[in-house]
């Protein structure tokens, strides 16, 4: 079974910076990419960010320059870090992760998180 958790969110004033994390734990055997997604109320999700086991990285249009995503594959973690975070940034942030598990290293599955929510007043 395998689980992930996100946790650093909370609420911040606009301009202010949170850094989320994500750790991944369970029967896995590798993890290809990690991603965050973000939900904000009445709209559908969206691809914040997204970084390949290689390190390569590809951002939303919105948050080009501010955000970065980042992991540490010997943790089974990533992170994002937000600066200069605006009002529409606040949502429920999920962290997805594709993954192949020691139970079957031949397959891909994608996992997803329980969300965190980021609040950011102006």
């Known amino acids: 079974q395998v689980q992930l958790v996100e946790s650093g969110g909370g609420l911040v004033q606009a301009g202010g910076s949170l850094r989320l994390s994500c750790l991944a734990s369970?029967?896995?055997?590798?993890?290809?990419?990690m991603s965050w997604y973000r939900q904000a109320p009445g709209k559908q999700r969206e691809l914040v960010a997204f970084?390949?086991?290689?390190?390569?990285?590809n951002y939303g249009d919105s948050v080009k320059g501010r955000f970065t995503i980042s992991r540490d594959n010997a943790k089974n973690t990533a992170y994002l870090q937000m600066n200069n975070l605006r009002p529409e940034d606040t949502a429920v942030y999920y962290c997805?992760?594709?993954?192949?598990?020691?139970?079957?290293?031949?397959?891909?599955?994608?996992?997803w998180g329980q969300g965190t929510q980021v609040t950011v007043s102006s």
């Open positions: 369970g029967n896995i055997f590798s993890i290809n990419s």
């Open positions: 997805n992760a594709a993954l192949r598990t020691s139970s079957w290293p031949d397959r891909e599955y994608t996992y």
């Open positions: 970084i390949s086991n290689g390190g390569i990285t």
